[in-house]
């Protein structure tokens, strides 16, 4: 008898839904390569992937979902390969702009945007003002986004309020430091998804994973759909977060009644 597939889109309903949803999206260049195809395509295949878990995540009711776009290290590869990936972001951001804006969709970009081609600016800017209002899904795409520099931005930040006599030293914690990021509004991620498989970080919010459960999949980014997204989520609902304290499943108070 063939056993018949868990709906993971159904059995998450009953749970809790994770409020942000971190994703590295990786693996087009593998996809590509399996393919025979320049590795451009398997960023153009990645990108119709996005649109799929954009939608999903407004069905499903994640308020934020933020993606890793474009590394501060990803500069490193060949010069037409950055080109392809800033005019894809822009062709998507033309296509896409006004369909997410309908559907209430608020757009930031984390990361350094003043190093980026005019046209991506552009784009950017339109897309930030015209969706900035809007109440659904906050949608964060992270291009030239390094966690190390957001976090060096936050320091400096921090020392010029230090000497213009606006902050002291007595006023530095956690929730100060977080107000500096470039998250400041958004809480950290609940789950942080990887695809292609790799088990590293690769320079992505390295403050705000604290406490943020983690999910690596072989699937590569242009393969990864709907369902397996729900399945991550299905993981996660399974999960006992602790947050360094001790579980509170029955019986644990009783050790110390
Ligand atoms: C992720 O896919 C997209 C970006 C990093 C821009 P990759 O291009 O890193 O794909 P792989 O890891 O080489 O397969
Ligand atoms: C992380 O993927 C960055 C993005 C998904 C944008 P990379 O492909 O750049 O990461 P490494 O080089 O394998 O660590
Ligand atoms: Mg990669």
């Not at 290290?73 to 702009?97: A, D, T």
């Not at 390295?206 to 393969?223: F, K, R």
């Amino acid at each position: 008898m063939v056993k018949k597939k868990p709906d993971y889109a159904e059995l998450i309903k009953a749970g809790e839904i994770p409020q942000h949803v971190a994703i590295i999206m990786d693996g087009n260049g593998r996809w590509a390569k399996k393919r025979l195809m320049p590795r451009t395509m398997g960023h153009r295949a990645g990108m119709s992937t996005l649109k799929q878990i954009v939608k999903a995540c407004d069905d499903i009711g994640i308020k934020a979902l933020t993606v890793f776009a474009f590394s501060t290290e990803n500069w490193k590869r060949p010069g037409e390969e950055v080109n392809f990936l800033m005019n894809l972001l822009v062709e998507y951001l033309h296509k896409e702009l006004l369909e997410l804006h309908e559907n209430q969709v608020r757009i930031r970009m984390l990361g350094d945007h003043a190093t980026l081609p005019s046209e991506c600016r552009t784009e950017i800017e339109r897309a930030l003002s015209l969706t900035k209002d809007n109440q659904g899904l906050r949608f964060n795409i992270a291009l030239n986004y390094g966690a190390r520099r957001e976090v060096l931005d936050a320091v400096l930040a921090l020392s010029r309020k230090l000497q213009a006599g606006e902050l002291q030293e007595e006023d530095i914690n956690e929730t100060l430091f977080s107000s500096l990021l470039y998250t400041h509004d958004l809480p950290d991620p609940d789950l942080l998804i990887r695809t292609a498989g790799e088990m590293r970080i690769s320079n992505f919010m390295l403050w705000q994973i604290a406490y943020t459960e983690l999910w690596v999949t072989e699937s590569l980014w242009p393969d990864f759909t709907t369902d397996e997204f729900c399945k991550a989520i299905w993981d996660y609902q399974q999960r006992e977060r602790r947050f360094g304290g001790l579980n509170s499943s029955p019986g644990q108070d009783e050790d110390y009644a």
